[in-house]
């Protein structure tokens, strides 16, 4: 599984046991953007003490999606046989991690979900869920997915489909590497399944979202959905 982080460290030092106490089988590598505070050394030296842990340093800030399929490509390159990714920052349960995982053995993709029943949100105003709201709205409508939590990031894949994506010719460099990872697995006739979380707002740290992400995100769903009217190919 994979944690992408940049200035996280305050976070990491309580997930990471959490997660390997919830999901003992698990490896993690954290994949770090060059963090000022220090986030890359201190999950070094969990790595020296932990062979489960695992660490790729990015010499800057290259955005989530760029991370995100650098993890992509580590899961796929050592062989494993499922890749989870979820933020680094809490706002996701380490406890539902061994759910995901097992719901594996029933669809391709399993999706840690705020917009089924049972699911939801705290700590989020009134701008931030109408954003989230209209941009899963917007990505149904383009994309033709029919999941309905289409931008959060904890999530299971199997890599025995994700193999065979080429990982060099997607448009996301930022945070619509989420649209575009269920697009491009739909494409490729992934099965879905969605499970209710809980999502909750960080407590350490600054979020990165901003309105160049929200409206970079915007542009790069369109992209794609150019893409599917011009049956452009995923692989």
């Known amino acids: 599984m994979s944690l992408c982080t940049y200035n996280e460290r305050e976070n990491i030092e309580r997930l990471i046991p959490r997660i390997l106490a919830a999901a003992p089988q698990v490896e993690i590598v954290v994949v770090d953007d060059h963090s000022p505070d220090g986030t890359g050394e201190y999950a070094d030296e969990l790595s020296e003490a932990d062979p489960r842990i695992h660490v790729m340093h990015r010499p800057q800030k290259l955005g989530l ?13 050592h062989d494993y046989d499922v890749w989870l990714n979820m933020d680094a920052d809490f706002s996701h349960s380490p406890e539902k991690v061994p759910e995901l995982i097992a719901r594996m053995q029933e669809a391709d993709v399993a999706i840690g979900s705020r917009y089924v029943p049972g699911g939801g949100v705290e700590g989020w105003g009134l701008r931030r869920h109408l954003m989230s709201r209209s941009i899963n709205w917007y990505t149904r409508l ?23 994506l080429d990982l060099t010719r997607f448009r996301a460099t930022g945070y619509a590497i989420q649209e575009e990872l269920l697009y491009r697995c739909r494409q490729l006739g992934c099965t879905f399944v969605e499970i209710p979380i809980t999502f909750s707002d960080r407590e350490f740290g600054e979020s990165k979202i901003n309105q160049k992400e929200a409206v970079l995100a915007v542009w790069v769903i369109f992209r794609l959905a150019l893409d599917r009217v011009l049956h452009i190919s995923v692989t």
Do not use: M
Request: with cysteine; charged share 20%; aromatic share 8%.
């Open 65 to 77: 999606g760029v991370a995100t399929l650098a993890a992509l490509g580590y899961a796929i390159e």
């Open 142 to 164: 383009l994309l033709g997915l029919r999941t309905k939590d289409n931008s959060g990031a904890f999530r299971c894949y199997n890599l025995s489909r994700l193999r065979k």
